[in-house]
């Protein structure tokens, strides 16, 4: 069989809870960035809207390239998570 996450060079196992941090009081306990007020959901949003990472790392001059693919991973995990849940 072949491991389609070699194959296309995906790495699996993004360690994206260092990049990644929820704090009860920041932004609602919404997953954010390295701390900053930055949402993952905002992250995404931008980026299903058509602006490339260079447009959402110029609109947010703290972001760095990791921290896009640290929301990338964890919207992936997040949904792998949500489908491998047992079903009532």
């Not at 905002?42 to 809207?49: M, N």
């Amino acid at each position: 069989m072949i491991d389609r996450n070699h194959r296309w060079g995906i790495s699996s196992c993004m360690d994206y809870q260092r990049r990644i941090t929820i704090e009860p009081g920041k932004r609602g306990g919404k997953p954010c960035i390295r701390g900053f007020r930055i949402t993952v959901y905002e992250v995404l949003d931008y980026l299903a809207s058509g602006m490339s990472e260079a447009q959402v790392l110029a609109d947010f001059p703290g972001l760095e390239p990791e921290d896009i693919r640290a929301v990338l991973a964890f919207a992936a995990d997040r949904e792998r998570k949500l489908f491998d849940a047992p079903s009532p």
